[in-house]
């Protein structure tokens, strides 16, 4: 079946650090893939999204573009700041299932 | 603009115990879903929605039921409840009518504990 994977938290980094968080997906089709961010005690929100090949999402800095060759799905900022410290999920959402499928989630703390 | 709407926020359960968790839309969304999120896990899908009348498990559906019957309400039943059902519970929502993959906006959640 469909399936995300990511890779484990947490990671700790200093401000003005470059991130990258992988996420890598299984699916049948051609899903649509998203980042979505979770600030502590909150709801889970849209950061950016991909619906074909070689699409690059972004908002607020960060970027991720749809690697359809290596079913990736990596997210990017070039300089973090201590206000980016979230959990971050991958997910994709497959017409041919109709679910939005989550991975694991990555925690992100970032230091001043 | 509400959004997606979940009550109660916080809730102590007896073991056995049932509840109902209820979750209300006002985008006309067809699609709803029902998550789990354990400490330190992700989001694991417990039923989904995509339309009134018309509700499908996902990877988690085991001591839960769920109902449509209206495009607006999706209440998760938790009809005897188990220390294992202890987990905060998100609902979604997402307008697939256009055909397109839209984003799913998310309930502020439920956080439930079963003593």
């Known amino acids: 079946g469909d399936s995300v994977t990511q890779m484990e938290g947490p990671v700790t980094l200093s401000e003005e650090a470059f991130l990258t968080i992988n996420c890598t997906y299984t699916?049948?089709?051609?899903?649509?893939l998203f980042w979505y961010v979770q600030y502590p005690g909150e709801g889970l929100q849209l950061l950016l999204k991909?619906?074909?090949?070689?699409d690059k999402g972004s908002n607020k800095g960060f970027e991720a573009t749809y690697r359809k060759e290596t079913t990736s799905f990596h997210l990017e900022k070039g300089s973090v700041q201590v206000s980016d410290s979230a959990v971050y999920f991958c997910?994709?959402?497959?017409?041919?299932?109709?679910?939005?499928?989550f991975g694991t989630g990555t925690l992100l703390a970032v230091q001043p | 603009n509400a959004g997606v709407t979940q009550t109660p926020k916080f809730r102590i359960l007896k073991i056995g115990q049932s509840m109902t968790l209820q979750c209300a839309q006002d985008?006309?969304?067809?699609?709803m879903y029902w998550y789990r999120q354990d400490p330190g896990m992700g989001l694991k899908l417990i039923y989904y929605?995509?339309?009134?009348?018309?509700?499908d498990k996902g990877e988690v559906p085991n001591g839960y039921n769920v109902s449509r019957s209206t495009t607006e309400d999706f209440p998760l039943r938790l009809e005897l409840a188990a220390p294992s059902q202890t987990s905060v519970y998100f609902c979604?929502?997402?307008?697939?009518?256009?055909?397109?993959?839209?984003?799913?906006?998310f309930g502020q959640g439920t956080r439930l504990t079963v003593v």
């Open positions: 979604a929502s997402r307008n697939d009518r256009t055909g397109g993959f839209t984003e799913a906006f």
């Open positions: 699916a049948t089709g051609y899903p649509s």
């Open positions: 991909a619906t074909k090949a070689d």
């Open positions: 997910a994709l959402s497959s017409g041919a299932t109709n679910k939005l499928i």
């Open positions: 985008m006309n969304h067809n699609y």
């Open positions: 929605s995509v339309g009134a009348g018309i509700t």
